[in-house]
């Protein structure tokens, strides 16, 4: 009876829940998992595509954030009593940051050795022979040491006033060839740095237009500073002493004498007398004596052709200061000036000694120099772009000569009784 019972009931329900398949049960399961996976394929594509667009910039964005922050890093360190204010400028030994004495707020300059070169004896030692040497000088016309040391990390550094100007070569490079008495004026001021320095037994061996700075200092503008003594060497130096490999070439060919070509450890005085004539040659030509597609070609040039006169590349150039120039680069020592105050003695005798005042450098400045002598003194002078170069020149392309005293017009020179 249960049989029966169980039967009928379960059978019933089986009979009625029954429910006949679809007639197609693959395409009702299938079509919405294809559009569900294409969808998602479409998304990774896509997703991919703005990667591959953007990863790129994304990389740069952060490589220069990084980059940055490093460089904020190190300019907001701190050297002893020196704030680090920002980098000023980098050569081979070293990088210069704008510094301000943190007690005196006196604003200065600081070299510090590349890090790359703080485990190299010898790079170490010509860096401290440097600042030595230049602390022996104390000429107006040498830049000036305030302090040298070495940080808990071990860089070594030294202190220098800082120079609210140019050097010689932005100056070229800005403003074109310099008016024959304003190459005077920076002459005689270079020359009589050399002639304490040559005076101690120092030969400097790297006379060039970046070596030599146009500063306004003490309220006093176009005031000359020879820097960079990294390369002096003593007349006193011993084979034993010498830092520059024998055979070795140390310099700049492009200012280079033949002698120091030859061999840069047997120079004396008259080897810079050589190479500051090479900086006058090119201050009034705009142009090197010898140029060429490489270093030996130019020192080779440098000892063996005549240079071409300086009136030939530029009209204008006075017959007296053309003839000094050429003395001092004469081929051998003995034809050039023997010492710097001969040298200065004739270019004093120059028809254009004193025609470039301190009225004439201070109106250059205020025109044509780039940000005022404040913005200088403060380091900061905007940046020059090319446009703004372009601009500069026109306006002071009038004065590469001297007016005449008598000139009358309104806003041109100032007259030379101001100085």
Known sequence: MNTRLNQAVFGSLDHETVVQPPANPVKRETLPRLHIRGTVRNLLIGFGAFLAKHVVS???FWT??????????????????????GRLGAGGMGEVYLAEHCMLKRLCAIKLIHPHRAGDP???ARFEREVRMTARLSHWNTVEIYDYGRTEDGTFFYVMEYLPGLSLEELLERHGPLPAARVVHVLRQTCQALR???????????????????AQRGALYDV????DFGLVKPRSETFATRLTQEGAISGTPLFMSPEQARDGNDVDARSDIYSLGAVAYTLLTGHPPFDG????????????DEVAPPSQLRSGVPADLE??????LAKRPEDHFQDAESLEEALAECAAAEQWTQAHAAWWWKECGEGSPAQLEMGLAPATSASRVAAAKAPCAASSTVPNRRRTQPKAWPAASAA
């Open 122 to 124: 010898q790079a170490l």
């Open 196 to 214: 304490e320095a040559h005076g101690v037994g120092l030969i400097h061996r790297d006379i060039k237009p970046g070596n030599i700075f146009v």
């Open 64 to 85: 220069h954030l990084i980059n940055r922050l490093r460089c904020q890093s190190r300019a907001a360190r701190q050297l002893g009593q020196y704030r680090l204010i």
């Open 323 to 328: 003839q000094v120039i050429l003395r001092c």
């Open 293 to 304: 597609s490489n270093p030996l070609e130019v020192m080779i040039a440098h000892a063996r």
């Open 224 to 227: 000359a500073k020879l820097l």
């Open 58 to 60: 994304l990389f740069t």
